[in-house]
Nanobody, 125 residues
Framework: VQLQASGGGLVQAGGSLRLSCTAS????????????MGWFRQAPGKEREFVAA????????STGDSVKGRFTISRDNAKNTVYLQMNSLKPEDTAVYYC???????????????WGQGTLVTVSS
């Protein structure tokens, strides 16, 4: 599975950004709706952090505590794309954001096997 993330950039604190991640090159017999999709982030000098994930149907999602109430994950299976809407951004949200795919249909943070290249989000104070 190939994942291409986009939408990162520089934004002032309190602003919003929407990240997109489009998937392609699925193994035979699989499609975008075969996968749970997630977003993770990694700030300089810090470990990778779970941000949000959504199951194949889009009907159930999970969000990390540090972004709960501010970030929303969604997906459009017709477009093979998962989104991360980020509102009320804070300087501590600055990180490289990665999208990931998991063939485990329920959200399992440690089961994401496919990773995109990352997109940088910088929040200025």
């Amino acid at each position: 599975v190939q994942l291409q993330a986009s939408g990162g950039g520089l934004v002032q604190a309190g602003g919003s950004l929407r990240l997109s991640c489009t998937a392609s090159r699925f193994p035979s017999g699989f499609s975008f709706s075969s996968y749970s999709m997630g977003w993770f982030r990694q700030a300089p000098g810090k470990e990778r952090e779970f941000v949000a994930a959504v199951i194949w149907s889009g009907t159930r999602s999970s969000t990390g505590d540090s972004v709960k109430g501010r970030f929303t994950i969604s997906r459009d299976n017709a477009k093979n794309t998962v989104y991360l809407q980020m509102n009320s951004l804070k300087p501590e949200d600055t990180a490289v954001y990665y999208c990931a795919a998991s063939a485990v249909l329920r959200i399992t943070v440690n089961a994401f096997d496919y990773w995109g290249q990352g997109t940088l989000v910088t929040v200025s104070s």
